[in-house]
């Protein structure tokens, strides 16, 4: 009954907090002091993080379905992995919004891909009461839906004019043309827009009712808004995708990687200069350091602005070449999906980070999560090598958390390290 002005969410995780704990306190005569304590409150965090892991192992068996060479185990494996993944898998521990947010956005595309729209528009909304940025994933949603059917009129299209040289998973800039201006006027017809809408309207009406609670609160964040202001920050695009990189190391950092990008940049070098030249301009217009990331110096975050992009002036610019190969083997993992897919999650991950004025690695969870379920599988090696990595960073985290505390000058509570 009482709210807190700092915080910015809406208050999905304390519902259902009281959902759970007040039925069980009831049923078992527990007194408040245990219902509401903090072990109690932590435990439901557990419940969601054991439902992550079952989400994950069932999305990846449907969306690998027809990849008959994968093992049981490798999907176990892989959904176990994902599941211990290291900036997720701290927050379970703790009473945040992101098990919980995961877990909804996660159940909703899981339904969605089985074509249960409203059961995934209703769990959109679950997500969204948990974060409200997870409205985008709701749009992911739509969009599976919506590039699902422009991939079928596409290969109609293809097998109309019989030319087998455009593919729409890959091919030159002249068949990206090609392929953007069949979008179009796929788009423009009236009657593709009606079928799109009869698949898509319980999403439309979340989308419709978000830009409605947006309009009354005036704003996406409730409780402080002056720490959380809305801008065009481009380059968390370069630091999503480094973090990428980072956590999936045995999938986009491998000799034969790089030599295929080196064959690429060789092929193509304007293709890269124009990139490049436009990465330097997005830094250097659009690069915000927002107060939390100076000050907060219990977060991962404050230790790699200050060891990396405070060295030097020039940091940010030397770090381009870098984030384009992270861009093109990002990109190349997903060329196994349908170019409208693509385009789509494209779009996705650019509203779920630029607006963000923080850098704060909580909110690459999900973008990474559902890149993740979506690319190839990889050896078992791989995986096995993956696993014990994730195991490695969360085993480092917790022991320089429950270890390594400290104390602010003006404060006598113990501080700690986190994510």
């Not at 400290?406 to 994510?419: C, K, P």
């Amino acid at each position: 009954l009482q709210w807190d002005p700092m915080i910015t969410t809406l208050p999905g995780l304390y519902l259902l907090s009281v959902g759970v704990v007040k039925p069980a306190a009831w049923l078992l005569g527990w007194t408040g002091s245990v219902v509401c304590s903090v072990g109690m409150l932590r435990f439901i965090n557990l419940l969601f993080s054991a439902g992550n892991f079952y989400l994950l192992y069932l999305l990846l068996c449907k969306i690998h379905q027809k990849n008959k060479a994968v093992s049981g185990f490798e999907r176990i494996l892989s959904a176990l992995t994902l599941a211990v993944f290291p900036t997720l898998y701290f927050f379970t521990f703790l009473y945040y919004t992101d098990p919980g947010s995961v877990f909804f956005t996660l159940f909703s595309y899981l339904m969605c891909l089985y074509g249960n729209h409203k059961t995934s528009a209703l769990l959109g909304f679950c997500g969204f009461m948990f974060r409200q940025t997870n409205i985008v994933w709701t749009v992911f949603c739509a969009g599976n839906v919506v590039a699902e059917k422009l991939n079928e009129a596409w290969k109609i299209e293809l097998q109309k004019k019989k030319d087998e040289k455009i593919s729409s998973r890959k091919g030159s800039f002249s068949d990206l043309t090609r392929i953007l201006q069949f979008l179009v006027e796929y788009l423009l017809s009236p009657k593709n827009l009606v079928t799109l809408t009869a698949l898509t309207w319980p999403y439309i009406i979340l989308v419709s009712l978000f830009f409605v609670f947006v309009f009354i609160n005036g704003g996406i964040v409730v409780g402080d808004r002056s720490s959380h202001e809305a801008c065009l920050h481009f380059p968390q695009l370069f630091y999503f995708l480094s973090f990428t990189v980072f956590f999936s190391l045995p999938h986009l950092l491998t000799p034969t990687k790089i030599r295929k990008f080196l064959l690429s940049l060789r092929k193509h070098p304007v293709q890269y200069s124009v990139v490049t030249v436009v990465s330097l301009f997005l830094i250097w217009k659009f690069t915000y350091v927002h107060k939390y990331l100076l000050a907060d110096n219990r977060h991962y975050t404050f230790y790699v602005w200050r060891k990396v992009f405070q060295r030097h002036e020039l940091v940010k610019y030397l770090l381009v070449p870098f984030y384009v190969f992270a861009g093109w083997s990002f990109a190349d993992t997903l060329k196994s999906k349908s170019i409208f897919w693509i385009l789509m999650y494209f779009v996705c991950l650019l509203a779920v980070t630029v607006p963000q004025k923080l850098l704060e690695f909580r909110y690459f969870i999900l973008p990474f999560l559902i890149y993740r379920l979506n690319i190839p599988f990889l050896s078992l090696y791989r995986q096995l090598l993956e696993l014990a990595f994730y195991v490695l960073v969360n085993a480092v985290t917790f022991y320089l958390f429950l270890n390594r505390t400290f104390q602010w000058e003006n404060s006598d509570e113990v501080q700690r390290f986190m994510w």
